[in-house]
């Protein structure tokens, strides 16, 4: 078993929920995926634009199909998905990048309150950065690390071949780091909304 795979214990948790806080996210500790889930539903309006990052996360959780099945909300996803990449290119750059909403995961959270997201294409960083009006990042208790060193590992030895077994799967071929966001302190209040789990989901 990797030690990036069991969920850290409550202090750490405590101590990564307080630091992300005083950085500016907003921070919530919720007991589990199923916690999660509701309060998701509860933060995001019916009739609000939602982009979901891809996420075993949001998969395993069930969020995923919540916020891109049915009419409660403007999903983004299955829209460009049914798009054409040649001919809408900019369209699809356009919608992925200013939502109301940007659901997803992350790579790890330090307890020192920064924030690691890796991406192979980067199309839904600039959502994540600043783009999308709100984001809200539901992380498994199991991606709490101490420090940004560790976190960096954690998402190399760890995150990364797990997403890469899923993408050859998916898509035929392994995934990567090509971008990385490093997010150490959000500017605009209660722009960024973390759940933290105290159990593991995701990779």
């Not at 998905?81 to 959270?109: G, K």
């Amino acid at each position: 078993m990797s030690e990036f795979a069991e969920p850290a214990s409550s202090d750490r948790l405590e101590r990564a929920a307080k630091a992300l806080t005083a950085n500016g996210f907003t921070t919530e500790l919720l007991d589990d995926a199923a916690a999660a889930r509701a309060r998701v539903r509860e933060l995001i309006p019916a009739g609000a634009s939602v982009f979901t990052g891809a996420s075993e996360t949001l998969r395993l959780s069930g969020i995923e199909a919540d916020l891109n099945g049915g009419d409660r909300y403007d999903a983004v996803r299955p829209r460009v998905l049914a798009m054409d990449r040649a001919t809408q290119a900019d369209e699809i750059r356009r919608q992925c990048a200013v939502p109301d909403f940007v659901v997803a995961s992350v790579a790890a959270v330090t307890e020192t309150g920064s924030v690691v997201v890796a991406s192979a294409s980067g199309s839904q960083l600039p959502a994540y950065a600043g783009g999308a009006a709100r984001a809200i990042w539901i992380v498994g208790g199991q991606k709490v690390v101490p420090d940004l060193e560790t976190a960096l590992r954690r998402l190399s030895e760890h995150a990364l071949p797990l997403e890469s077994e899923r993408a050859q799967v998916a898509y035929g071929q392994p995934s990567a780091v090509n971008h990385l966001l490093i997010s150490h302190f959000e500017h605009r209040p209660s722009r960024v909304t973390i759940l933290l789990l105290r159990s593991a989901i995701g990779f």
